[in-house]
């Protein structure tokens, strides 16, 4: 199985700070990488497809890079809606495992 | 679009679940399907998926031989029968919808519309 693996597990930061989260995989996925929001109790809500594409209706404050192994979230002016937890999925191959999620808090 | 889960509760261990997922607003028949999974407190755990006409299944080493995905193209129907359950498969239960984008020489896959979810406990 693919391993994912997201860093920081979590951070403190501002509105309007710039927030960058990684993820690794274990061997290369090209860019079959999605990223989830998800606030609590909520389910999880598709940000970017395909390492980069932005999901319809997803602010262009976020925005994602990166191809085979290493992959960037970027938020480029963090809102208050933005607190949540932040996962990385690799489609590469089944299982489609999903990194551990990044939390996301307020300073 | 819309995905709606039922069928959680709480049942013993050893005991048996079928979960159901009912979507509408899509043609259900033209997606791949996954079940995911969320512990207490924990992360996202993918758990299977089904292809469109169900002719191939996918599962997470975890609920190999103890849980059975399928689907009701007609009633426009997701399953997820669950037996031996263990303490460890309490969680909330996630349905989703595969989106397929097609790439140069493969198809790409995301979850783009989810349920709200179904709990499971397994406790005695």
């Known amino acids: 199985d693919i391993q994912m693996t997201q860093s920081p597990s979590s951070l403190s930061a501002s509105v309007g700070d710039r927030v960058t989260i990684t993820c690794r995989a274990s061997q290369t996925i090209s860019s079959n990488l999605n990223w989830y929001q998800q606030k609590a109790g909520k389910a999880p809500n598709l940000l970017i497809y395909v390492a980069s594409s932005l999901q319809s209706g997803v602010p262009s404050r976020f925005s994602g890079s990166g191809s085979g192994t290493d992959f960037t979230l970027t938020i480029s002016s963090l809102q208050p809606e933005d607190f949540a937890t932040y996962y990385c999925q690799q489609s590469y191959s089944n299982p489609r495992t999903f990194g551990q999620g990044t939390k996301v808090e307020i300073k | 679009v819309q995905l709606v889960e039922s069928g959680g509760g709480l049942v013993q261990p050893g005991g048996s679940l079928r979960l159901s997922c009912a979507a509408s607003?899509?043609?259900?028949?033209?997606?791949?399907m996954t079940w995911v999974r969320q512990a207490p407190g924990k992360g996202l755990e993918w758990v299977a998926n089904i292809k469109q006409d169900g002719s191939e299944k996918n599962y997470v080493d975890s609920v190999k031989g103890r849980f059975t995905i399928s689907r009701d193209n007609a009633k426009n129907s997701l399953y997820l029968q669950m037996n031996s359950l263990r303490a460890e498969d309490t969680a909330v239960y996630y349905c989703?919808?595969?989106?397929?984008?097609?790439?140069?020489?493969?198809?790409?896959?995301?979850?783009?519309?989810w349920g709200k979810g179904t709990t499971v406990t397994v406790s005695s």
């Open positions: 989703a919808r595969d989106g397929t984008v097609r790439g140069i020489i493969a198809y790409f896959y995301y979850m783009d519309a």
């Open positions: 607003g899509f043609t259900f028949s033209s997606y791949w």
